[in-house]
């Protein structure tokens, strides 16, 4: 359940005031620019698509509030979503080799820690984003705690299209390995291969699966940090298609109203955004809902501070059985943001 709840992220995103009917402002991803930024990096995507704006080194730390009629409100756990770049280096540079500055990786991390009755959680997900072809982006999502599993995601260009590559580790079955033998539970039972523990040194990486995708396709993390692009370009909607795994949909971000929210790093001004997703064209998921990350369900809305678009409050919700888990993420602390993002003062 808890691992549900920190990838509300998903929909982090940012906003600006834009008048409203201005029209010429909401335009789709692929017919838009953005000028070049400092403090950060600029990650061009493809001709005629939004690229990725990602800053030098930001960090951002969220409390995860649980809400349930029987329980009231609990603090589960904190998340963190950092991002930053680096040089680029491919493979072993030899001794003495200059590395190329003028070529970098941008990156994006999310950590989670998180603990409610006897389960716990350690997640990270984390996107390189790499100035080539193949791959352009390398996804990884690793858990640990009470449940370990892998996943990772290649995507970018092989072979002149848009390529995904997709593998993920599982409980091995009857494997040869020694060290995947445990003892029986018994004094007079045997030694016998484990069954479905939840060790992670017990789980190997499956067969990769590949598959095409369209063109402009991003994973959870990037989608994050391409809305806030949408920020700069003053855009009221943006669409683009979301890889999960080995299914594509279509995610659409809009803007809403104005409210002041309240945290413990402060009283900031914010602009409502909902998040919304459906089945592209071509794409068959049998009917099954989008869950998003670690099943999230129905409209998720987010609460980002007026004039830099930095995430202040993030809420869904969980189904569980007969009872739905109001979930919310509120900023707590701070560092590398813009610097025009400040709390407003006290009201008097």
């Not at 990838?7 to 201005?22: E, F, K, N, R, Y």
């Not at 984003?129 to 260009?157: A, F």
Request: hydrophobic fraction near 35%.
């Amino acid at each position: 359940m808890w691992s549900a709840i920190p990838w509300l992220l998903l929909a982090l995103t940012s906003a600006q005031d834009v008048a409203a009917g201005d029209d010429e402002k909401k335009v789709a991803v692929q017919e838009t620019t953005t000028e070049v930024e400092t403090r950060g990096m600029r990650v061009h995507r493809g001709e005629g698509l939004l690229p990725l704006w990602v800053p030098d080194e930001e960090k951002l730390d969220f409390k995860v509030i649980l809400r349930m009629a029987v329980l009231g409100k609990t603090k589960v756990g904190t998340f963190s979503l950092s991002a930053g770049t680096e040089p680029f280096v491919s493979g072993l540079p030899l001794p003495g080799q200059k590395v190329d500055a003028s070529k970098r990786v941008a990156w994006i991390r999310g950590e989670a820690d998180g603990h409610y009755l006897a389960y716990s959680l350690e997640h990270l997900i984390e996107t390189r984003m790499l100035p080539q072809e193949w791959p352009r982006t390398i996804y990884k999502d690793e858990q640990g705690g009470s449940e370990n599993r892998k996943r990772e995601v290649r995507y970018g260009i092989l072979e002149g299209k848009p390529m995904s590559w997709y593998r993920r580790d599982s409980h091995c079955r009857e494997c040869s390995r020694p060290e995947h033998r445990v003892d029986g539970r018994f004094p007079w039972s045997d030694e016998h291969h484990c069954k479905k523990c939840k060790r992670g040194e017990h789980r190997i990486w499956k067969d990769p699966e590949t598959r095409e995708i369209p063109g402009g396709a991003l994973d959870m993390l990037s989608g994050i940090f391409l809305s806030r692009t949408m920020v700069r370009e003053k855009l009221e909607e943006v669409s683009f298609p979301l890889l999960d795994k080995m299914k594509v949909w279509e995610v659409t971000l809009t803007r809403g109203k104005l409210k002041h929210i309240e945290t413990s790093a402060g009283r900031f001004l914010c602009r409502q955004i909902e998040l919304e997703t459906g089945v592209p064209e071509g794409e068959e998921h049998s009917g099954e809902e989008f869950k998003g990350l670690f099943g999230i369900h129905g409209t998720i809305v987010i609460w980002v501070e007026e004039a830099t678009g930095v995430p202040v409050k993030i809420q869904g919700y969980v189904p569980l059985g007969p009872f739905d888990l109001d979930v919310a993420l509120e900023l707590r602390k701070f560092t590398g943001t813009p610097e025009d993002f400040k709390p407003l003062p006290e009201e008097e």
